[in-house]
């Protein structure tokens, strides 16, 4: 085990061992995405990894990449080449034409105590233009993954373990990888999309980076990014995804809140 903590560059290689594979399917699709803040996003998907997007007076044509972490479910992971210290993932229920985006932004300067990486949670509908209404319940936060402890295989060099504290906490560390021998206890916010679908995310205090994961409890599979700094200050966005095997659950008294 090395005392020295690594950055995204060191724990990252192969760390989508166990990702789902990406997806072509939205190639020639057309999106509006109509988020309950107000913002409107329209995205216009040139190919399997390129996408002419427009919000507001900006607009662009950058990367993205689809993944369908679950039935009818897709992790949509957007970056953008004008402004490469933010990315943007979308995750979208086809069925019921609701949509969580988590915007990531890397501050320019790290700040002690505060996670480098922030995030804003935005819900919102899909609109295909065909004149379908949004069904079933809007993403909400929530507290249900509290008390769940698991074990996360992202690869046979990745095994992490994972205890859900409370609302806003998390705590971590990792069993096998180049982390082995590390943890710490970091931001964390989950959101509901669906019956066993989640969208889990959390922002690091040692290392300038941030997560956003769909967690599919059903299948026990995770897909998700990891967005922050190298060791040398370079913009990084790594994919990830691994199988979940759960180890129990505790629930905290009723007089108790956590």
Not at 7 to 16: L, R
Request: hydrophobic share 35%; proline share 5%.
């Amino acid at each position: 085990m090395s005392d020295e903590w690594k950055t995204v560059d060191d724990f990252a290689k192969g760390i989508d061992g166990n990702r789902l594979p990406a997806t072509s399917s939205l190639a020639g699709a057309k999106w509006t995405l109509r988020h309950d803040d107000g913002e409107t996003t329209e995205l216009s998907f040139v190919d399997a990894g390129s996408v002419h997007w427009s919000t507001g007076d900006a607009h662009g044509t950058d990367r993205y990449e689809a993944v369908e972490g679950a039935p009818g479910t897709l992790f949509v992971d957007r970056t953008f080449t004008s402004r490469p210290r933010q990315a943007e993932v979308h995750v979208v229920d086809l069925a019921t034409r609701r949509v969580l985006t988590v915007e990531s932004t890397i501050a320019e300067e790290n700040t002690p105590g505060v996670p480098q990486v922030s995030q804003r949670f935005r819900p919102g509908v899909l609109d295909l233009g065909d004149g379908v209404e949004p069904s079933g319940e809007a993403p909400a936060e929530s507290r249900d993954l509290i008390g769940f402890r698991a074990l996360y295989r992202y690869s046979p060099n990745h095994l992490y373990e994972h205890v859900y504290l409370s609302s806003t906490r998390y705590a971590w560390q990792c069993l096998v990888g180049e982390q082995r021998g590390h943890g710490d206890v970091d931001l964390a916010t989950a959101w509901k999309i669906a019956e066993n679908r989640y969208v889990f995310t959390f922002r690091e205090f040692r290392i300038a980076v941030a997560t956003t994961w769909l967690y599919d409890l059903d299948a026990l599979r995770t897909t998700g990014a990891f967005f922050g700094l190298s060791g040398s200050g370079e913009v990084r966005n790594a994919p990830g995804g691994a199988f979940i095997i759960p180890l129990g659950r505790v629930s905290y008294p009723d007089d108790q809140p956590v």
